[in-house]
């Protein structure tokens, strides 16, 4: 985890993945439109975009939830496909919109992930504690049942799911979508902390503009299926280059 | 014992017809509209059941096993498109489904003919047509429904379980993993009926077969002697059947990249 110190692209210049030229459709309607981006290793890199921009699109081609039409798509050098994807999917994680919770316990969800992988020995006590803290959930979450959780802890108890794996890279789609303000903004600053603790690459979905505004590093304005414009997060958020981005940011303000 | 079973005239036949009259008068006057869907099937019902009163009095006569194989072979192909037409809902799908239906049907049915045929009843010849037909067709029954119920359960199943078929496929879950509970559901679904049937039988239900048989004039005990071998094989049958299909149904949801094919996704 010595990756901690990386906190953006200039300290890391090689992406942590690399589209080039990407197409994506579901049933006949175009989705990703000849996208071509670089996505930064290390740091907080934040999706922006009206709704059908393809933002989630774009995710879940990056653990290959989906593969695109056409085009490629690399990660550290190596393009996705060449990947053994089981291999792919434990090392670049992904947090749902909705949570799913599996029966049981929380540590049983947890267990869940462990048991997934080539680990033979069930997920310890200690590491159990260790991950409900990275997600700055007491203790005592371990043993209650995830399904009774509320959605902010849900949300919570998927994203300790998702570490199990240890992964290098967390993809997020609009975590924060279905939870109250409130409980989103918490969960933002455990987001950003945790990046900062374990140097993790999040890369996030968002359609709260606050949340590109108080946690990212990198953002990336996408609409219809194209990149309006990718950049440094102060640079974008505060002066963005396109007129396309200035208006979304405005119209965006009272979110 | 030995009673010889009371002739039903095509006279007779025609009263027992009138029985329809009931059912049709009845949806007549609750307005249930069913009144032609009465009247065809039990037109289709009649045709069907003459035509193969014919056929087996022809297929016993000639007596050979090459056609007791074709006959065989026949009834698995229609208990295939039955049990596929269901639920397939494009003919895409049904190419998908056909196959996967076809082969379950076929495996769970034969493996239990074959051992009840050569190890319990000692069928002479082997392919002796009296013993085969009825008793694979009893199987077939099974085996079609248990695949139609395990292949539309599993699709409800992925559909309604796709949020977290998908969050395990994200965790690195192989599609047998991230499948294993709507497998679970679908195959438990599928074998309810035979499991069931079996808890039942003799208190709610006296089975058509043993019925026929003690009607025909057989020992009731031995009537229920065959009961039991034909309950034990239609279990068997059933869970060949569902455990098949579900398995083979199962790797269509998925892509060989691990991914949920889109047409899940509604």
Known sequence: MNRALATGPRDS???????????????????????????????????????????????????????????????????????????????????????????????????????????????????????????????GFADRIAADLSGGEKQRVALARALVTQPEVLLLDEPTAALDPEVADRLVHTLAHLRETTGLTMIVVTHRLREARVAATWVVMLEAGRVVEAGEATQVMQRPAQPRTREFLAAGEDH | MDAHPIDISWLDLIFAAALILVAIALSAYQKLGLEKQIVLGALRATVQLIAVGYLLVWVFTTDRWWIVLAVLALMVVVATVTAARRQGKTARDRATVFPIAGFAILAGAALTLVYVSTVIVHVQPWYSPRYLIPLFGMILANAMNAAALALERLQSEMESRRGEVEALLALGATPGQAAAEPMRRATIAAMIPAVNA??????????????????????????????????????????????????????????PAAQLRVRVAV
């Open chain 1, 13 to 139: 210049p090689e992406p942590a993945f690399r589209l080039h030229e990407v197409r994506q459709e579901r049933s006949g309607k175009l989705l990703l439109d000849g996208l071509t981006l670089d996505l930064p290793r290390g740091g907080f890199t934040a999706l922006i975009g009206p709704s059908g921009a393809g933002k989630t699109s774009l995710l879940r081609l990056l653990n290959r939830l989906d593969d695109p039409v056409s085009g490629t798509v690399e990660f550290l050098g190596q393009p996705l496909t060449e990947v053994p994807v089981r291999a792919l999917r434990r090392r670049v994680g992904f947090v749902f919109q909705a949570p799913v919770m599996f029966a049981g316990t929380v540590r049983a969800n947890l267990g869940v992930a462990q048991r997934l992988g080539d680990a033979a020995e069930p997920l310890a006590d200690g590491e159990v504690a260790r991950l409900l803290e990275l997600v700055e959930l007491d203790a």
């Open chain 2, 198 to 255: 079996l808890a039942v039988v003799g208190i709610v239900s006296l089975p058509g077969m043993m019925t026929g048989q003690i009607l025909a004039g057989a020992d009731p005990t031995l009537a229920v002697r065959y009961q039991l071998v034909v309950m034990f094989m239609l279990t068997a049958a059933n869970a060949i059947t569902a455990a098949l299909a579900v398995a083979l149904y199962r790797r269509t949801f998925f892509t």
